[in-house]
């Protein structure tokens, strides 16, 4: 399937992010994994995950329609969740050659901010790129503060070292809630915070590709349903680049503390009492502007900062 972008189009988007010249498309760069990698870690650094949408605007929805996601993520600093940055990368993915579905991902709940419990429904999104030598990659973008820094190969239990001292990895392994197709195997993307640590799984996917629609209607639960984690706390995580390259950190809003990690552990860095201070914030931090329009869609929401008398 083509890219629903122009090459104008790609061409702007790799000024946005600022990839190196060697990987613009006049050099004709190799589709290899330096390249995959270099352009994981730009994005990253360039457009903010992030849920404003369903808080700083009136009708409180989200679009995958491919040309508004592009308008969003190149204006005012924007991004977005899961299915938006998955989808729009996927397309700048095949815009630029490579070979690259979506599929789609079971997660785990948490309880106290760690994974716990069953997988539940599709929710979140991964792609997969098949490179020419024939090897694959999972390419998250769009997991937040607990997503890959870097693609990760399709291989059973390769470790990759993450941000500070987390580890990484892809394990194949059947999941014993799945009891009717025990020998059934599937991806499952775990983290471990230290080398003497146990692991643990954050989501599983297969390597079965799904659709647009299909996002749509995970997108659809994720944006309106009224116990979605997402309509409950407004999020913006923008992760860190070296100018040399390569991520190491990331900044993060969490409703009204602004926190940072450097590669350790993470500090609070500001609180904010006000809708004003947090907007400010918003600019500050991540760049990210916000229209008056858009400023005065929270009002009234469970997410507006109401100042005490």
């Not at 995950?49 to 600093?77: A, I, M």
């Amino acid at each position: 399937m083509d890219s629903p972008y122009t090459d104008a189009q790609i061409d702007h988007y790799l000024d946005h992010v600022s990839i190196p010249s060697k990987y613009r498309r006049r050099q004709n760069p190799s589709l290899d994994l330096k390249f995959l990698s270099t352009l994981h870690s730009h994005q990253l650094s360039s457009i903010p995950y992030e849920n404003l949408s369903l808080h700083y605007s009136r009708d409180r929805t989200v679009s995958l329609d491919p040309q508004y996601l592009y308008n969003k993520f190149t204006h005012n600093g924007r991004g977005g969740y899961c299915m938006e940055l998955s989808l729009f990368y996927n397309h700048i993915l095949r815009g630029l050659g490579f070979r690259a579905y979506t599929a789609g991902v079971r997660i785990r709940l948490r309880t106290a901010g760690v994974p716990d419990g069953d997988y539940i429904s599709f929710v979140h999104i991964v792609n997969i790129v098949t490179l020419p030598d024939g090897s694959k990659y999972h390419v998250d973008v769009g997991f937040g503060g607990d997503g890959a820094t870097k693609p990760l190969p399709l291989v059973d239990a390769v470790v990759t070292r993450n941000i500070g001292t987390q580890d990484l990895r892809l394990a194949h392994e059947s999941i014993p809630q799945f009891s009717g197709r025990p020998d059934e195997k599937f991806w499952i993307y775990q983290y471990r915070n230290g080398p003497d640590l146990p692991w643990n799984s954050f989501y599983c996917f297969t390597e079965h590709e799904h659709l647009q629609k299909d996002f749509e209607m995970g997108s659809f639960w994720v944006s309106q349903h009224p116990e979605s984690f997402q309509r409950q706390s407004i999020l913006v995580i923008k992760f860190l680049r070296r100018e040399q390259g390569g991520i190491y950190g990331k900044r993060m809003l969490v409703d009204t503390l602004v926190k940072e990690n450097l590669g350790g552990k993470t500090a609070v860095i500001e609180t904010l009492a006000t809708e004003e201070e947090r907007i400010a914030a918003l600019k500050r931090h991540f760049g990210i502007t916000l229209t008056e329009e858009q400023r005065e869609g929270i009002r009234g929401f469970r997410t507006e900062i109401l100042e005490q008398n």
